[in-house]
Structures are given as C-alpha cells and as structure tokens.
C-alpha cells in the first residue's frame, strides 16, 4: 500500500513537500516514482529514484526546481517542490512496482497511491 501525504495549496514561487509511505510486502520497490495529472491531461512522470542506490531521474518540466529523496528506515518517498509554479497544478500520485521498460512510462508500475492534490496560484 502507498500512501501519500502533504499536498496542498501554494503560492506561485512557494514550496510543498509530499510524502508517500509504503507499506505491506517488500516486493518490488526498486524504482519508486511520482507522477502527476492534471485536469484533463494525461498522466506524466515527475521524477523517479532507484532504492538501491539512490540514483535518481527527473523531468526537464521540473529539474532544478522538484528534488525527489528516500528515508529507506522509514519506508518514505519524498519530493521536495520548490519555486512552484501554477502549471504544476495537479493530482500527484506515488508509484511503485515497476515492471520494466521506461521508467517514465505510468504502464509500467502496478502500485499506486491514491493521490494527493497540490494547487499552485
């Protein structure tokens, strides 16, 4: 089970920080990501870390500004959003057991959090 937590509202230029605990099996949490949709769009990738050893991957719409991190004690996925602005307005969603492929893909991860809502003005 994924669980995410700290979305919100926010001012353009502001900061949020989200959460996505993970519990249950250990089974296939070697990449874990974020992904987000916004009204009417399709789901897009943000950013996506591999556990082992914490390499992690981001979208260009969001480098140098979103900062995606672990605490593998805690079993925590967290992203650090920075200098938002309004177009990241958008559901996000945690994801987990990914099946192979690209890692930007949402098709190829088979868990997912039920979303937590973060809106930028």
């Known amino acids: 089970q994924l669980v995410e937590s700290g979305g919100g509202s926010a001012q353009a230029g502001g900061s949020l920080r989200l959460s996505c605990t993970a519990s249950?099996?250990?089974?296939?949490?070697?990449?874990m990501g974020w992904f987000r949709q916004a009204p009417g769009k399709e789901r897009e990738w943000v950013a996506v870390?591999?556990?082992?050893?914490?390499?992690?991957y981001v979208a260009a719409s969001v480098k140098g500004r979103f900062t995606i991190s672990q605490d593998g004690a805690k079993n925590t996925l967290y992203l650090q959003m920075d200098s938002l602005i309004p177009e990241d307005t958008a559901m996000y969603y945690c994801?987990?057991?990914?099946?192979?492929?690209?890692?930007?893909?949402?098709?190829?991860?088979?868990?997912w959090g039920q979303g937590t809502q973060v809106t930028v003005s």
């Open positions: 870390i591999f556990t082992g050893n914490g390499a992690t």
């Open positions: 249950g099996s250990d089974n296939n949490r070697a990449y």
């Open positions: 994801a987990a057991d990914f099946r192979g492929g690209d890692i930007s893909s949402p098709e190829k991860y088979g868990r």
